[in-house]
């Protein structure tokens, strides 16, 4: 099964090196941010990643760990692209950390008929939500994964 995780931060990044790990193959990511120093908390980068784009630092460490590669795509989602994504994808994983993403995302996999799958963390909460039954939190000043 090809998967799509969107968003390699904290859930995102480690939940593809799981997949990696446990011999998952067909791996797609898509995220536009760049490794920073707070990532390395909970992150699955290194010191010497830090300024490189966070697909490719996970793209190097995963074909470290299982010898795989991973289909990479250092963009930003918008309403507009979303849907050229999904190409050749089965499943959806939802890991941004911003309404817009997960709005647009939502849209675009609702259009096509896209299983979708929505992981979501803040503070103490956090959720796993097949997407008939999530709604898109509203937007909100401060970046809940902040």
């Known amino acids: 099964m090809r998967i799509l995780v969107c968003g390699v931060g904290t859930l995102g990044g480690n939940l593809v090196e799981h997949l990696a790990r446990t011999s998952h193959d ?41 010898g795989q590669k991973l289909d990479t795509h250092h963009k930003r989602l918008t309403a507009q692209n979303a849907g050229g994504f999904l190409e050749g994808v089965e499943l959806v994983v939802d890991c941004f950390d911003n309404h817009q993403a997960r709005a647009d995302l939502q849209r675009a996999c609702r ?15 956090g ?15 401060r970046d809940p994964c902040a």
């Open 111 to 125: 259009s096509h008929s896209m299983s979708l799958v929505h992981l979501g963390l803040a503070s103490d909460y």
């Open 127 to 141: 959720e796993v939500v097949w997407d008939e039954r999530y709604q898109v939190p509203p937007d909100v000043e």
């Open 26 to 66: 067909q791996l797609v990511v898509l995220d536009h941010d760049k490794v920073e120093r707070h990532n390395l908390k909970n992150q699955p980068y290194f010191q010497h990643q830090i300024g490189k784009s966070k697909v490719a630092a996970l793209a190097e460490n995963v074909f470290r760990i299982a």
